[in-house]
C-alpha cells in the first residue's frame, strides 16, 4: 500500500498553544482509538477516526499513519488541516489520502464534529447484502430511517465521490460504504464511538441471525418506525452515560492513551 501517498503532507505553522478544550478532545479521541483495537475494529493501519479541533475552524486531529490502534495516545495524533497538511511539528506522517472521506463529511456537516470509518468485517458483510441493514433488533431499529449508503467507486476517493458520498449520507448518523466499511458522524468523540459499536452490533446480530437459517421474524412497519423514534430521543447527543463507563474501562487496563 506504498502507493497511497502515506506520506507527511505539506506543513503549516502551529499559531498559538493547545487549549484545554484540544487537549480533551485528544485524550478522547486516543480513547476511541484504544477501545476499536480493544473491540478488534482495527485494521492493521488503515481506516481512521477524526475529531475537530475545538475553536480552530479547519483543523482536525488524525491518528500518525504507520501506527496501530492501540499505539494512538493523546500527543502523537496529529494536526491537520481540510487538505491534510500538518499543523506544527509532528515526527510522524499522516494518510492524507484516507483523512479525504473524512474531510468531506467534516466539510459537508457542522454537526460532524468526529467522524469515524472502520473496515469492520460485520459492518462489511451487511453491507453486501442487497437489503442492507434488517430491522431486526433493536441495535438495528437505532438505524431505521437514520442509516445512509454509498456505491462502491473503488479506492481512489476523489473530490467528485465526496460530494456522491455527503449527498448520500444527508443528514443521517451512519452510513453503510457497500463493500468497503461503516462510517459514522457524531457531535462528539463518544457520540460517533457509541453509534459505530450499535451499528456493528447490529451488523452481526443480522450475520449470526441468517447462519442460523430459517425464516426472519421481523417487527411490524409500524413497531419499527416507533422504535426508531424513541431511540432517536429526540435528537439527544449519544454517548453521554457510556462514554465515562468506557473510559474507567481503559483507565483500569492501560491509561497510556492519556499520554
Known amino acids: ?71 494512538v495516545c493523546a500527543s502523537n495524533l496529529v494536526k491537520i488541516d481540510i487538505a491534510g ?15 479525504a472521506l473524512h474531510a468531506a463529511v467534516h466539510a459537508a456537516r457542522a454537526d460532524a464534529f468526529c467522524v469515524m470509518h472502520l473496515h469492520n468485517t460485520a459492518g462489511i458483510a451487511v453491507s453486501l447484502q442487497k437489503d442492507g441493514l434488517l430491522p431486526g433488533s433493536q441495535h438495528a431499529l437505532r438505524f431505521h430511517g437514520y442509516l445512509a449508503y454509498h456505491d462502491y467507486e473503488g479506492l481512489a476517493f476523489t473530490p467528485a465521490e465526496g460530494e456522491r458520498l455527503v449527498a448520500d449520507l444527508e443528514d443521517k448518523p451512519a452510513m453503510l460504504l457497500r463493500n468497503h466499511g461503516t462510517l459514522t458522524a457524531g457531535r462528539t468523540v463518544a457520540e460517533a464511538y457509541v453509534l459505530m459499536a450499535t451499528l456493528i452490533k447490529a451488523c452481526e446480530i443480522q450475520l449470526q441471525a441468517q447462519a442460523g437459517g430459517g425464516v426472519l421474524v421481523m417487527p411490524s412497519e409500524a413497531v419499527a418506525a416507533r422504535t426508531a423514534e424513541q431511540l432517536f430521543d429526540d435528537g439527544a447527543i449519544e ?7 468506557l473510559l474507567r474501562k481503559l483507565d483500569r487496563l492501560d491509561a497510556s492513551y492519556k499520554d
Open 1 to 71: 500500500m506504498s502507493s497511497f501517498a502515506h506520506t507527511p503532507a505539506g506543513r503549516v505553522a502551529q499559531s498559538k498553544p493547545m487549549s484545554e478544550a484540544e487537549r480533551r478532545t485528544r485524550v478522547d479521541l486516543a480513547a476511541a482509538y484504544r477501545l476499536a483495537a480493544l473491540n478488534g475494529w482495527d485494521d492493521l493501519v488503515y481506516t481512521h477516526i477524526s475529531a475537530s479541533v475545538p475553536d480552530e475552524p479547519g483543523h482536525f486531529l488524525i491518528n500518525p499513519f504507520g501506527l496501530s490502534f492501540d499505539e
Open 239 to 245: 454517548g453521554a452515560v457510556e462514554w465515562p463507563a
Open 85 to 99: 497538511n500538518i499543523i506544527g511539528t509532528s515526527e510522524h506522517p499522516v494518510n492524507a489520502t484516507g483523512f
